[in-house]
């Protein structure tokens, strides 16, 4: 079946300090990529997203590409500030499987001043 | 402000309540899903709803009752529920199966078993 492995937390890094989050997958289809961010008290919300190999998703300086070739779909940011405190999720999508998305365990980053 | 509106935000009940969470989403969107979020675990996929049908059930105790009245509303009915219950329960939309298959959550609806 489809799986989604990220890298364990917690994270914790100095402001403005380079984050690097990995994800990994497997799938039976093709699958469509995404990161997810859950701040506190709140539910997951989408960051960005990829549907094709070679795609890089970006949002509010995060980046991610989809490489097919190592089966990845790291999250990346140059300077983390405080409120990226948050839950990041990968997960992926799959057509053929109705939909359903498959999630990683997530993984906690604090940032701190 | 979200499209995907849950009530009530915070919920405590004993084990012989009955009780319902309500999802509501205002994007037009024609599948739904209720999620479990629990401490240290997973996110749980519980229940799957495209146009109004049920398609998905994932093994879930039958303390946990899902109503779908139409596209844009969604129920999970609570009964004799266990401690182990307690979580963060999450209603989700999409446009149905599309190639994209992002996720829209509400904020949750954070539930306390006694």
């Known amino acids: ?113 | 402000e979200t499209g995907v509106t849950q009530t009530p935000r915070h919920l405590v009940m004993g084990m012989t309540n009955k009780k319902s969470l309500k999802c509501e989403q205002h994007l037009g969107h024609n599948a739904m899903y209720w999620y479990k979020q629990s401490a240290k675990k997973p996110l749980e996929l519980m229940f799957v709803y495209s146009l109004e049908e049920r398609v998905e059930n994932n093994s879930v105790p039958s303390r946990f009752s899902p109503e779908c009245p139409n596209s844009s509303h969604l129920f999970l009915h609570l009964h004799t529920l266990q401690p182990e219950d307690s979580a963060l329960y999450l209603c989700a939309s999409s446009q149905g199966w599309t190639a994209t298959g992002e996720l829209f959550f509400g904020e949750g609806s954070r539930l306390t078993v006694l």
């Open chain 1, 1 to 113: 079946g489809d799986s989604v492995t990220q890298m364990e937390g917690p994270v914790t890094l100095s402001e403005e300090a380079f984050l690097t989050i990995n994800c990994t997958y497997t799938a039976t289809g093709y699958p469509s990529l995404f990161w997810y961010v859950q701040y506190p008290g709140e539910g997951l919300q989408l960051l960005l997203k990829a549907t094709k190999a070679d795609d890089k998703g970006s949002n509010k300086g995060f980046e991610a590409t989809y490489r097919k070739e190592t089966t990845s779909f790291h999250l990346e940011k140059g300077s983390v500030q405080v409120s990226d405190s948050a839950v990041y999720f990968c997960a992926l999508s799959v057509l053929t499987n109705a939909g359903k998305s498959t999630f990683g365990d997530g993984t906690t980053l604090t940032v701190k001043p």
